[in-house]
């Protein structure tokens, strides 16, 4: 078994939230799957993730919603 290493777990969760608003817990990542990204960088490891399992990202629903636009 391998271990995660903590920082690129840090970074991991942090790009994971900046794409798609959770972090692995909330995606129900176990030990198993972290291990099948870690060898990639942590940003690209989250958007691996993401493509791997059609997450919407964050960022397709700008403006978020109830954003209101002054004139």
Known sequence: MT????????????????????DHADAGMDQYLLECYQDLEAREAALAYGEDYALCRVDTFWPPPGLVRHS
């Open 3 to 22: 271990r995660i290493d903590g920082e690129w777990l840090e970074a991991f969760d942090e790009a994971m939230l900046g794409f798609f608003a959770i």
